[in-house]
């Protein structure tokens, strides 16, 4: 039975700080039979906080709450349960501890609906409670499957529009009205949740002579997940279009935008992107956001080695200059720099943010979004958040001279200056400054650090095994004569890995520390290698030597460091 809310019930809420100064007494007592429906109406208004009133009425039920977009949702647990029983009950299995299955529920003080999951799953189930919103949302990701893909996929293509000879090449309202068909909705709905169910930073789907290929970007690599016929590819382009508010009628240009997905109480954002193609505009989607609320990183939880991370952490506490992180596209770079802003945001402190796009929200920070449309570009916005008596400023990347000069300004003037730059190493972007047309007198003094970052694809814990690295292997990363005895770890390949060998992403750093020798020499106007053998002699380790670090500790393999870092051939 489900509790009502009687006056006590009223009056705990009612004292809820968040919510006291928007109450609706007369609302809420008209709500008192659906108590659940009251507490999303008020979770979706933000008169709430929604840990703050799931842990309210998860007391007021006895049952702990837990925010499944918050915990690790494990394969094992989900197999327990069939998506049908998972659907009506509002149940989904979380993880197993022991010989007991965790399961968040709508409705956990159901004692006959716990009784017959137990039987179903042939486990203890142990019910906590979360938002039926949530439950909802989730059963609908972790039951995405390949098969539901396909399933979504047949119907789409098997629309009676196809079969009776619809001219889809003339664009215009026929492919609209495909596109906002319930058939590719589902598709396109289910395309995007197995991404995210499959952890996918980007999906790309390209136009070919014969069909379409749908690939997702999983820890760094592509992988084909399906085609389709060509006949459905202009529709799903223009779903995609649609939803990001581009002229569906044009598609000799390129074009991008941003979309949202509502998954439950959580949004997760998206970066849309087509260009022309021979054989039609190819689109790719970029994932901005998570499903999982534990998105945002600590450096403490990295994986940054000792030797990169206590310098790093001295010098992202400057009261001045110019700290940069580079690597190409992809990189993890924005993420590190959020990680660097989160240790150092403090009310006593301002710190604003220039990005192109935002891409996680920052609480207690000011966070501006480039618009070139309309000429709110880095440089602009960057001289405009001068006048805003800063502190800390993270420019999403500098890419002109406007920028670089008015970020070095800036450092030069008593602000700290968090940055991305493209380069292949550290030391390059002291190169790439002067290449763009900033000053070495100015560079020198203003710079303070760069961190160069890669990516690896993580070797999966659940499958990891030791092995014995051949000979040619160990003398091209150990110059001993005498080859070190050393075990190396891979990934056979599992259901959890999907059967790569690889899970989840590790980084590669180096730090290039700029101490008084080094700004001499930049202020003399040194070359990419003057600049390398200062920095080797004071202590710099390539990415290189970070990565076989990370691959001794079983974090990674040696084919990764092959894959992603530059080789430095001597002599």
């Known amino acids: 039975m489900v509790p009502k809310l009687d006056a006590k019930l009223l009056a705990s809420i009612r004292s809820l700080r968040t919510f006291a100064h928007t109450c609706d007494l007369e609302a809420l007592a008209k709500a008192a039979q659906q108590p659940l429906d009251l507490i999303e109406a008020l979770v979706a208004g933000e008169h709430v906080a929604k840990d703050d009133i799931g842990v309210f009425w998860g007391s007021q039920i006895g049952f702990a709450y837990v925010n499944p977009f918050a915990v690790v949702i494990t394969e094992d647990a989900i197999s327990r349960l069939p998506v049908e029983i998972s659907t009506k009950a509002e149940a989904l299995p979380l993880y197993r501890v022991g010989d007991a299955l965790t399961a968040a529920m709508a409705h956990p003080e159901d004692e006959m609906l716990v009784e017959r999951l137990s039987k179903i799953t042939k486990l203890p189930v142990s019910p906590v409670f979360a938002l039926p919103s949530d439950v909802k949302a989730l059963i609908q990701l972790h039951y995405s499957t390949e098969e539901s893909l396909e399933s979504a996929l047949n ?20 492919i609209a009205a495909l596109a906002e068909s319930a058939q590719v909705t589902s598709f396109f709905d ?28 999983i820890d760094g690599n592509l992988h084909e997940v399906l085609t389709f016929s ?29 979309f949202s997905v509502q998954l439950g ?3 997760v954002d998206f970066r849309f992107s087509s260009i022309p193609s021979q054989y039609g505009e190819k689109a790719v989607i970029r994932i901005l956001g998570s499903t999982s609320g534990k998105a945002l990183l600590s450096l403490d939880k990295m994986k940054i080695s000792s030797s990169v991370l206590k310098p790093l952490r001295r010098v992202i506490k400057s009261p001045c200059g110019i700290i940069f992180v580079t690597g190409p596209t992809g ?14 945001n403090d009310p006593s402190v301002n710190i604003s943010t220039i990005e192109d796009p935002i891409e996680m929200k920052l609480d207690g920070i000011t966070q501006t979004q480039v618009q070139a449309k309309i000429d709110m570009t880095f440089g602009r916005m960057l001289r405009a958040l ?76 659940n499958c990891k095994e030791p092995y014995k690295a051949s000979e040619d292997v160990l003398r091209r990363y150990f110059n001993d ?71 001794l500790l079983g974090l990674t393999t040696i084919d990764e460091i092959e894959a992603q870092t530059p080789v430095e051939f001597e002599g």
């Open 155 to 174: 119907s789409a293509e098997n629309m009676e529009q196809f079969a009776s000879g619809v001219d889809l090449a003339s664009g215009g309202r026929a």
């Open 190 to 217: 289910t395309l995007v949740l197995f991404a995210l169910r499959r952890e996918a930073s980007d999906i790309h789907i390209e136009p070919r002579e014969g069909e379409s290929h749908v690939r997702y970007r």
């Open 230 to 258: 060509r006949k459905l590819h202009a529709s799903v382009v223009t779903r995609l279009k649609i939803l990001t508010q581009q002229n569906i009628s044009e598609s000799r240009l390129p074009a991008d935008g941003r």
């Open 265 to 267: 109480t959580t949004s």
């Open 331 to 344: 990189s993890g770079k924005t993420t590190t720099l959020y990680a660097a802003l989160s240790e150092l």
């Open 386 to 461: 001068l006048r805003q008596d800063p502190d800390i400023m993270l420019v999403g990347e500098i890419r002109d001279l406007e920028t670089a000069k008015i970020a070095t300004e800036a450092a030069l003037t008593g602000h700290l200056v968090l940055a991305t730059l493209h380069t292949n190493s550290a030391p390059e972007a002291i190169v790439r400054l002067q290449e763009i047309g900033v000053a070495s007198y100015m560079v020198a003094p203003s710079v303070v650090a760069v961190l160069g970052q890669r990516l690896a694809a993580r070797t999966c814990e």
């Open 481 to 551: 004569e005498q080859l070190p005895e050393v075990t190396f770890y891979r990934g056979r390949g599992c259901r959890v890995c999907n059967h790569t060998g690889y899970r989840g992403r590790v980084a590669f750093h180096e730090l290039f520390l700029i101490n008084r020798a080094m700004r001499a020499k930049i202020s003399e106007g040194a070359n990419l290698q003057e600049l390398t053998e200062l920095a080797a002699r004071i202590g710099f380790r390539p990415l290189r030597y970070d990565g076989l670090k990370k691959v």
